[in-house]
């Protein structure tokens, strides 16, 4: 088989119909799995993909994993990756819709780049506007800015800027230093030499993490513009309060930071913890809606 494609499934039921439905309409040529995770859903995900698609489930073609608890993004891609039976593996979120045959194109490109150890393609927000979904390394000036919250006003200080990438080219192919976690296109004989998602990350920062080791191991990740893939974004994480999002945050870039940086670094970025928990438990006070990074 050459690809297998797996999503996380948290109650957004009818997106990851929308989502089924366009890979079946569109994907040809190649020789494909679906394998959707579904981390305890209470919106009967899981019911409805047994009714829905029984003769996808019945032919192999759609595999679904049950977890009786939220296993977390992490623990359930590598649960995943370990059904998966493709030589490439797609981990891409269930609020995404293709709008034409991406996958053949991108498994195209990785045959043509065996340097290539990651790549995504160009996102699209629902409107069709671009999403950006590439970044730099991350750096303590520019996370003790976010920590802060100053990069919703002040993106263009040169760290976060550069952070952020805010003057990358999106019609351009490029090397990058990571990629979002919502579309990761790479090889299942790399994730399994890393031993797949690390999972000390239980939400957020995990993507942070493979793309480090990935191009520890010398392999490159490439940013592609050959296709695009709506990304109706964050539906699942957006049922979470402010707060808890932004401990789930924290407690990401910590252990991303005492994997990767100095000690004095991860003391800093402890120092900082309570004010940017102060400023999360303020803005769901205030019942304030938080733009993600890729929106700033």
Request: hydrophobic share 40%.
């Amino acid at each position: 088989m050459k690809l297998s494609i797996i999503t996380v499934n948290w109650n957004v039921c009818d997106l990851l119909s929308k989502l089924l439905d366009s890979i079946s309409y569109f994907t040809a040529g190649i020789d494909y799995e679906v394998i959707v995770v579904d981390n305890d859903s209470k919106d009967g995900s899981a019911e409805h993909l047994k009714s829905r698609y029984a003769d996808r489930i019945e032919s192999g073609k759609l595999k679904i994993i049950e977890n009786k608890y939220n296993a977390g993004f992490a623990k359930a891609n590598n649960q995943g990756l370990h059904a998966a039976k493709g030589e490439y593996v797609l981990f891409m979120n269930p609020d995404m819709e293709l709008l034409e045959n991406s996958f053949p194109m991108l498994v195209d490109f990785m045959d043509g780049h065996e340097h290539c150890g990651i790549c995504t393609c160009k996102l699209l927000y629902k409107d069709k506007q671009l999403q950006p979904n590439v970044k730099g390394s991350p750096t303590l000036c520019s996370q003790i800015l976010i920590l802060l919250k100053s990069h919703h006003f002040l993106s263009d200080i040169t760290c976060l800027k550069k952070y952020l990438m805010k003057d990358f080219n999106y019609e351009k192919q490029a090397d990058v230093d990571q990629v979002m976690g919502a579309f990761v296109f790479t090889r299942k004989n790399l994730m399994d030499s890393i031993s797949g998602w690390d999972e000390d990350y239980w939400l957020m920062w995990e993507d942070v993490e493979l793309c480090a080791k990935v191009k520890n191991l010398g392999y490159d990740i490439i940013y592609s513009p050959a296709t695009a893939v709506i990304h109706y974004e964050s539906k699942s994480f957006e049922q979470v309060p402010s707060l808890k999002k932004q401990k789930r945050f924290n407690r990401g870039m910590l252990i991303y930071f005492k994997k990767h940086q100095p000690f004095i670094k991860y003391f800093i970025l402890i120092l900082f913890q309570p004010i940017s928990f102060l400023l999360a438990a303020i803005t769901q006070l205030l019942k304030i809606k938080q733009r993600p990074q890729s929106r700033i």
